[in-house]
């Protein structure tokens, strides 16, 4: 695509972009693939959905942007450093705000306990206020790289033992398999799975699998640097700052590097540690 919704480049203020990427942004999925067996059943948002969850909350994320302090406050909550952990904080800000005019949050991180066995966790209990139905969203920040014939089974996390298969393995057997919580029953179940895919710098040109979002944008990925990049800073993995936040890059490390003109995105990877763990988001 030659354009895309991205609206959250428009906004000043590094934390808002996180929060206006976090609503805005389609999922890297645009459907389940069909080499997915599905346990229990759960669907996707589509492009649309976000794209109006955004002008609702159009308006509200302006006045975030003139005073961000709210939005400050409310993350000072979480201690952790993980970016999954901060787009889970984020989503709870928007989902608990009463300027969301769509949902009512009934409850954040419920624990589901059998006897003196905890039997999961469940993101976000949500009431929405258009069909008046009780929906279990489980929220998730990711970035997986493609290799070979970029079919399901070869995306990879940082970390080699996180790949996309397995994470919506665990979406359908683990954490879509409660029918109830807090005595109410779950009528509908999302996944909202964001972040960016990276396909092989080496073949760009390769065809696509049909699940993937191409309403987004996709990153490349390798161990060679050709283009005028400069590394993002650990928080701008979410979203990258207005201004470019650190030299053009003359060294290369493992990361996440942006071009601001383009607003392409590069993940280098030294070859000695594509087969080794890394670390967790």
Not at 92 to 102: G, S
Not at 184 to 203: C, D, N, R, Y
């Amino acid at each position: 695509m030659d354009t895309y919704f991205e609206p959250w480049l428009s906004y000043k203020h590094p934390i808002v972009r996180q929060l206006a990427f976090c609503i805005a942004s389609p999922n890297i999925i645009q459907s389940l693939p069909q080499a997915l067996t599905i346990k229990n059943p759960f669907e996707l948002h589509n492009c649309q959905f976000w794209q109006q969850q955004y002008h609702l909350y159009q308006d509200r994320l302006t006045e975030l942007d003139q005073n961000p302090e709210p939005l400050i406050l409310f993350l000072q909550q979480l201690k952790s450093t993980r970016l999954g952990l901060r787009f889970e904080y984020l989503f709870w800000f928007w989902l608990q705000d009463e300027a969301n005019p769509h949902f009512k949050l009934i409850q954040h991180s419920i624990q589901i306990i059998e006897g003196k066995n905890t039997l999961g966790e469940i993101d976000f209990l949500v009431l929405n206020l258009k069909t008046q139905q009780l929906e279990q969203w489980e929220v998730a920040l990711k970035y997986y790289l493609g290799e070979a014939d970029l079919s399901l089974p070869n995306w990879y996390g940082l970390n080699r033992s996180d790949t996309l298969f397995r994470k919506l393995n665990h979406f359908s057997a683990q954490q879509f398999q409660f029918t109830h919580a807090l005595d109410l029953k779950i009528e509908q179940k999302f996944a909202v799975m964001k972040g960016q895919l990276f396909t092989p710098h080496s073949t760009e040109t390769a065809t696509l699998p049909a699940w993937l979002n191409p309403t987004r944008r996709i990153g490349t990925w390798g161990h060679h640097i050709d283009q005028n990049l400069y590394r993002l800073q650990r928080l701008e993995w979410i979203c990258p700052n207005l201004e470019q936040s650190s030299p053009a890059a003359q060294w290369w490390c493992n990361g996440l590097y942006h071009n601001i003109e383009s607003q392409e995105f590069y993940m280098f990877r030294q070859a000695t540690l594509l087969h080794s763990k890394s670390f967790t988001l």
